[in-house]
């Protein structure tokens, strides 16, 4: 099992585009999340978090196509193709608008440094 500090890393938190060309980006503690509300869990949100982005869209997809889209020839061909993104766009076209399947990074409030 990995160490809890091997999942946060350092993400772009906002950005600021001067007039003069400059941009000043801040970055902050964030870990890559997976969330889904569907049928099961009675409405329920779960919460998965990854240690990439890349492993959480992947883990979304695997799960969206679980969840039903396994029979809609239109996800399996985006799931072939490793268009993760696209498939999770397809279950939210697919699905109740009560229904949710996202990757998104969830910035930490730390009061020290990962790993102090």
């Known amino acids: 099992m990995r160490r809890p500090e091997a999942f946060i890393r350092p993400l772009v938190a906002a950005q600021c585009h001067h007039p003069d060309g400059t941009v ?3 970055r902050r503690p964030a870990v890559w999340t997976l969330a889904h509300r569907g049928y099961s869990g009675g409405g329920r949100l779960d919460i998965w978090v990854y240690p990439t982005q890349r492993a ?8 969206a196509m679980e969840c ?5 020839p239109q996800a399996r ?7 993760w993104v696209a498939v ?3 279950y939210e076209q697919t699905h109740p ?5 996202r990757v ?3 910035f930490l ?6 790993g102090g």
């Open 24 to 26: 000043d980006t801040e």
């Open 56 to 63: 959480a869209l992947r883990a979304g997809a695997e799960l």
């Open 68 to 72: 039903g889209l396994d029979e809609d």
């Open 77 to 83: 061909a985006l799931f072939v193709a490793a268009k």
């Open 88 to 90: 999770l766009e397809r």
């Open 97 to 101: 608008v009560t229904h949710l399947l």
């Open 104 to 106: 998104q990074a969830a």
């Open 109 to 114: 409030q730390l009061d020290e440094p990962p």
